[in-house]
């Protein structure tokens, strides 16, 4: 149980665009629409999890022999996320902010981290070197422990996002925040692509 623990500490604490999502979500709209992010990673990794845990064997391989055709659309939709994060950061500056409730973050970051390739990479890499499960009650254990790490990890990049967010001086600088994570979350998208090449 440990070791999927810390596997779920690993995916989480790994920098890449879902951090990224979750840091700027925390900086713009707060802790708790921060922390909703953050879950909403954790339940995606659980979902992996629970799937690498009962069916890995099967499934792993099957989805590393079409690796290239699945972090490639995968990467074009990141790049499409970051494009759309700074059009619509740009058009959040000529008009005043509206209140969103902080619950909305969970859906979309836990969709982004579904189809994020490096979330398929990290498992496809690491998930195999876990201990197998021998039911379906430890594949369930197991990958309850692993998304409790992710959890924890995740929702503290949310609070530490809505720290910075506090501690910037207006709107201005929570915008700067935003745009920057969507740069990143843009940047990991290109890379994707040319690297799946």
Same mark, same amino acid.
């Given at each position: ?7 779920? #500490? ?89 209140? #969103? ?75 700067? #925040? ?15 692509? #040319?690297?799946?090449?």
């Amino acid at each position: 149980m440990w070791k999927a623990f810390l596997f779920g #500490v690993i995916v989480a604490g790994a920098i890449g665009p879902i951090a990224l999502l979750i840091f700027g979500t925390g900086a713009r709209q707060g802790l708790a629409a921060g922390a909703f992010a953050g879950l909403g990673a954790a339940l995606a990794d659980l979902l992996y999890a629970l799937a690498a845990f009962s069916a890995g064997a099967i499934l792993l391989p099957f989805l590393a022999g079409h690796e290239q055709p699945i972090r490639i659309g995968c990467a074009l939709l990141l790049v499409g996320l970051g494009a759309w994060l700074l059009v619509a950061r740009a058009k959040a500056s000529k008009a005043p902010a509206v209140p #969103v409730s902080a619950s909305r973050s969970f859906v979309p970051t836990f969709l982004l981290t579904v189809v994020n390739p490096m979330t398929f990479v990290m498992f496809a890499g690491v998930v195999p070197q876990l201990p197998v499960a021998g039911s379906l009650a430890r594949a369930a254990g197991l990958a309850f422990a692993l998304a409790a790490g992710s959890a924890l990890v995740n929702v503290a990049i949310g609070g530490c996002g809505a720290a910075l967010g506090r501690a910037l001086p207006g709107e201005g600088g929570r915008r700067a #925040v935003t745009a920057a994570a969507a740069a990143g979350i843009l940047a990991f998208g290109i890379y994707g692509i #040319v690297a799946a090449y």
